[in-house]
Protein backbone atom coordinates (compact mmCIF):
# COMPACT_ATOMS: atom_id res chain seq x y z
CA UNK A 1 0.00 0.00 0.00
CA UNK A 2 0.88 3.65 -0.12
CA UNK A 3 0.75 6.17 2.58
CA UNK A 4 0.72 10.14 1.03
CA UNK A 5 1.37 12.74 3.22
CA UNK A 6 0.70 16.36 2.12
CA UNK A 7 1.57 19.75 3.86
CA UNK A 8 2.36 22.72 2.79
CA UNK A 9 5.49 24.88 2.17
CA UNK A 10 6.53 28.33 3.44
CA UNK A 11 6.18 29.69 -0.08
CA UNK A 12 2.76 28.39 -0.34
CA UNK A 13 3.49 25.31 -2.44
CA UNK A 14 2.33 21.70 -1.60
CA UNK A 15 4.79 18.96 -0.45
CA UNK A 16 3.42 15.21 -0.80
CA UNK A 17 5.50 12.65 0.21
CA UNK A 18 4.75 9.03 0.26
CA UNK A 19 5.89 5.83 1.68
CA UNK A 20 5.43 2.38 0.09
CA UNK A 21 4.82 -0.68 2.33
CA UNK A 22 4.67 -3.85 0.97
CA UNK A 23 3.85 -6.89 3.25
CA UNK A 24 4.69 -10.27 2.70
CA UNK A 25 3.51 -13.70 3.94
CA UNK A 26 6.38 -14.04 6.11
CA UNK A 27 5.49 -9.87 7.87
CA UNK A 28 8.88 -8.93 6.22
CA UNK A 29 8.85 -5.72 4.86
CA UNK A 30 10.26 -6.32 1.11
CA UNK A 31 13.88 -4.38 1.55
CA UNK A 32 16.56 -3.75 -0.48
CA UNK A 33 15.81 -6.22 -3.30
CA UNK A 34 18.82 -7.14 -5.25
CA UNK A 35 20.64 -6.24 -8.43
CA UNK A 36 19.36 -3.15 -10.61
CA UNK A 37 16.65 -2.79 -8.14
CA UNK A 38 18.53 -1.70 -4.84
CA UNK A 39 18.70 1.86 -6.03
CA UNK A 40 15.35 2.37 -7.56
CA UNK A 41 13.95 0.94 -4.04
CA UNK A 42 15.56 3.17 -2.32
CA UNK A 43 14.35 6.06 -4.17
CA UNK A 44 10.78 5.05 -4.29
CA UNK A 45 10.54 4.17 -0.44
CA UNK A 46 10.52 7.78 0.39
CA UNK A 47 9.93 10.53 -2.56
CA UNK A 48 9.23 14.15 -1.75
CA UNK A 49 8.18 16.44 -5.12
CA UNK A 50 6.55 20.13 -5.43
CA UNK A 51 3.36 20.45 -6.72
CA UNK A 52 2.82 18.16 -10.08
CA UNK A 53 -0.20 17.22 -12.26
CA UNK A 54 -2.10 14.45 -11.82
CA UNK A 55 -1.24 12.23 -14.58
CA UNK A 56 2.29 12.60 -13.32
CA UNK A 57 1.92 11.93 -9.53
CA UNK A 58 -0.15 8.87 -10.59
CA UNK A 59 2.58 8.13 -12.91
CA UNK A 60 5.00 7.98 -10.80
CA UNK A 61 2.94 5.91 -7.75
CA UNK A 62 2.17 3.11 -11.03
CA UNK A 63 6.09 2.42 -11.28
CA UNK A 64 6.88 2.37 -7.54
CA UNK A 65 4.18 -0.36 -7.07
CA UNK A 66 5.91 -2.26 -10.11
CA UNK A 67 9.12 -2.20 -9.15
CA UNK A 68 8.08 -3.05 -5.48
CA UNK A 69 6.68 -6.05 -6.69
CA UNK A 70 9.51 -6.54 -9.13
CA UNK A 71 11.49 -6.86 -6.32
CA UNK A 72 10.29 -9.10 -3.75
CA UNK A 73 9.11 -11.37 -6.77
CA UNK A 74 12.84 -11.74 -7.42
CA UNK A 75 13.86 -12.82 -3.92
CA UNK A 76 10.78 -14.86 -3.33
CA UNK A 77 11.67 -16.75 -6.41
CA UNK A 78 15.41 -17.29 -4.52
CA UNK A 79 14.26 -18.76 -1.61
CA UNK A 80 11.82 -21.11 -3.32
CA UNK A 81 14.77 -22.48 -5.13
CA UNK A 82 17.72 -23.05 -3.08
CA UNK A 83 16.81 -24.01 0.57
CA UNK A 84 17.11 -21.98 3.53
CA UNK A 85 20.83 -22.29 5.06
CA UNK A 86 22.56 -23.33 0.99
CA UNK A 87 25.07 -20.60 0.34
CA UNK A 88 25.51 -20.83 -3.54
CA UNK A 89 29.46 -20.91 -4.18
CA UNK A 90 30.84 -18.08 -6.26
CA UNK A 91 32.21 -19.16 -9.52
CA UNK A 92 31.55 -22.85 -9.06
CA UNK A 93 34.91 -24.06 -8.66
CA UNK A 94 36.21 -27.40 -9.46
CA UNK A 95 35.99 -29.55 -6.50
CA UNK A 96 39.79 -30.57 -5.24
CA UNK A 97 40.97 -34.15 -5.95
CA UNK A 98 41.49 -34.66 -2.87
CA UNK A 99 42.51 -38.31 -1.43
CA UNK A 100 40.81 -39.74 1.18
CA UNK A 101 39.50 -43.14 1.93
CA UNK A 102 36.98 -45.94 2.32
CA UNK A 103 36.25 -47.93 5.24
CA UNK A 104 38.35 -50.52 4.37
CA UNK A 105 41.25 -47.69 3.86
CA UNK A 106 41.40 -48.01 -0.43
CA UNK A 107 42.25 -44.22 -1.26
CA UNK A 108 39.53 -42.40 -2.92
CA UNK A 109 38.60 -38.99 -5.01
CA UNK A 110 35.81 -36.84 -5.91
CA UNK A 111 37.12 -37.43 -9.50
CA UNK A 112 35.22 -41.50 -8.72
CA UNK A 113 31.80 -40.27 -8.62
CA UNK A 114 31.66 -37.82 -11.53
CA UNK A 115 29.00 -38.32 -13.57
CA UNK A 116 26.52 -38.20 -10.32
CA UNK A 117 25.69 -35.55 -8.14
CA UNK A 118 27.37 -35.35 -4.84
CA UNK A 119 26.58 -34.67 -1.23
CA UNK A 120 29.70 -34.09 0.47
CA UNK A 121 29.35 -34.15 4.27
CA UNK A 122 32.31 -33.13 6.57
CA UNK A 123 31.87 -34.64 10.08
CA UNK A 124 33.02 -36.30 13.27
CA UNK A 125 32.59 -38.66 15.93
CA UNK A 126 32.84 -35.96 18.95
CA UNK A 127 30.50 -33.20 17.06
CA UNK A 128 27.50 -33.74 18.74
CA UNK A 129 25.70 -31.68 15.77
CA UNK A 130 27.02 -33.76 13.18
CA UNK A 131 25.73 -37.05 14.44
CA UNK A 132 22.29 -35.24 15.08
CA UNK A 133 22.31 -34.56 11.18
CA UNK A 134 23.39 -38.15 10.24
CA UNK A 135 19.65 -39.80 10.01
CA UNK A 136 18.40 -37.74 7.95
CA UNK A 137 21.75 -37.33 5.53
CA UNK A 138 20.79 -41.13 5.72
CA UNK A 139 17.04 -40.69 4.56
CA UNK A 140 18.62 -38.59 1.94
CA UNK A 141 20.70 -41.05 0.41
CA UNK A 142 18.09 -43.73 0.22
CA UNK A 143 15.64 -41.16 -1.97
CA UNK A 144 17.93 -41.10 -4.39
CA UNK A 145 19.14 -44.29 -6.99
CA UNK A 146 23.14 -44.36 -6.13
CA UNK A 147 24.00 -43.72 -10.54
CA UNK A 148 21.97 -40.42 -9.56
CA UNK A 149 23.00 -39.10 -6.33
CA UNK A 150 25.54 -40.03 -3.82
CA UNK A 151 25.44 -38.99 -0.20
CA UNK A 152 29.53 -39.26 1.36
CA UNK A 153 30.31 -38.67 5.09
CA UNK A 154 33.55 -38.45 5.57
CA UNK A 155 34.87 -38.19 8.64
CA UNK A 156 37.21 -35.92 10.29
CA UNK A 157 38.24 -38.21 12.99
CA UNK A 158 42.23 -38.69 13.18
CA UNK A 159 41.30 -42.28 14.44
CA UNK A 160 40.12 -43.03 10.95
CA UNK A 161 38.37 -46.06 10.54
CA UNK A 162 39.17 -47.68 13.85
CA UNK A 163 37.21 -45.03 15.76
CA UNK A 164 34.42 -44.41 12.91
CA UNK A 165 33.52 -47.74 12.33
CA UNK A 166 32.24 -48.89 15.90
CA UNK A 167 30.54 -45.20 16.17
CA UNK A 168 27.77 -45.87 13.36
CA UNK A 169 27.30 -49.43 14.07
CA UNK A 170 25.19 -47.58 17.34
CA UNK A 171 23.54 -45.27 14.65
CA UNK A 172 22.14 -48.23 12.18
CA UNK A 173 22.61 -46.01 9.33
CA UNK A 174 21.00 -48.02 6.28
CA UNK A 175 22.33 -46.56 3.19
CA UNK A 176 25.00 -43.55 3.80
CA UNK A 177 28.47 -44.20 2.77
CA UNK A 178 30.86 -43.19 5.55
CA UNK A 179 34.51 -42.31 4.68
CA UNK A 180 37.32 -41.65 6.51
CA UNK A 181 39.80 -38.55 6.06
CA UNK A 182 42.15 -38.65 9.33
CA UNK A 183 44.61 -36.00 7.96
CA UNK A 184 42.27 -33.41 7.51
CA UNK A 185 43.18 -32.86 4.14
CA UNK A 186 39.24 -31.99 2.47
CA UNK A 187 39.23 -30.02 5.49
CA UNK A 188 42.34 -27.60 4.26
CA UNK A 189 41.01 -27.89 0.82
CA UNK A 190 37.44 -27.05 0.89
CA UNK A 191 38.50 -23.93 3.46
CA UNK A 192 36.14 -25.47 6.01
CA UNK A 193 36.11 -23.31 9.19
CA UNK A 194 33.81 -26.13 11.06
CA UNK A 195 31.78 -28.84 11.25
CA UNK A 196 29.75 -30.07 10.05
CA UNK A 197 29.81 -28.58 6.73
CA UNK A 198 28.52 -29.84 3.66
CA UNK A 199 29.15 -29.40 -0.42
CA UNK A 200 26.81 -29.76 -3.39
CA UNK A 201 28.73 -30.88 -6.04
CA UNK A 202 27.37 -31.46 -9.84
CA UNK A 203 27.84 -34.56 -11.65
CA UNK A 204 30.88 -31.85 -13.84
CA UNK A 205 32.64 -31.71 -10.11
CA UNK A 206 32.06 -28.21 -9.63
CA UNK A 207 31.19 -27.16 -6.23
CA UNK A 208 27.46 -25.59 -5.82
CA UNK A 209 26.63 -24.62 -2.59
CA UNK A 210 27.90 -24.98 1.01
CA UNK A 211 25.92 -25.66 4.22
CA UNK A 212 27.41 -24.67 7.56
CA UNK A 213 26.16 -26.14 10.31
CA UNK A 214 23.54 -29.22 10.70
CA UNK A 215 20.48 -29.15 7.96
CA UNK A 216 17.28 -31.78 7.97
CA UNK A 217 18.74 -33.34 4.79
CA UNK A 218 15.18 -34.95 3.82
CA UNK A 219 12.95 -32.18 4.25
CA UNK A 220 11.01 -30.63 1.29
CA UNK A 221 12.79 -28.23 -0.22
CA UNK A 222 16.16 -29.61 -0.22
CA UNK A 223 15.07 -33.04 -1.84
CA UNK A 224 13.30 -30.68 -4.60
CA UNK A 225 16.62 -28.95 -5.09
CA UNK A 226 18.90 -31.91 -5.32
CA UNK A 227 16.59 -33.59 -7.63
CA UNK A 228 16.23 -30.37 -10.10
CA UNK A 229 19.62 -31.22 -10.04
CA UNK A 230 19.42 -34.57 -10.72
CA UNK A 231 17.33 -34.34 -13.50
CA UNK A 232 19.36 -31.31 -15.19
CA UNK A 233 20.48 -33.00 -18.83
CA UNK A 234 23.64 -34.05 -18.71
CA UNK A 235 26.68 -31.07 -20.79
Not at 166 to 177: G, V, W
Amino acid sequence: MILIRTQVNSDGTDKVQFHVVLCTRSGYACQEPPGRFGTLWNIAMFATCARTTMPHFLLLAVSVIGLSFAGCGSTAAQKTTVPQGFDLVQGKPQAPPTLFSNVNGDPISLKFFRGKVVVLNLWATWCAPCVTEMPSLDRLASRFESDRLVVLAVSQDKGGSAVVTPFLMRLALQKLKIFADPSGRLFRDFGVRGLPTTFIIDPSGATIARVEGPLDWDAGDVVRYLTGMVEQPSR
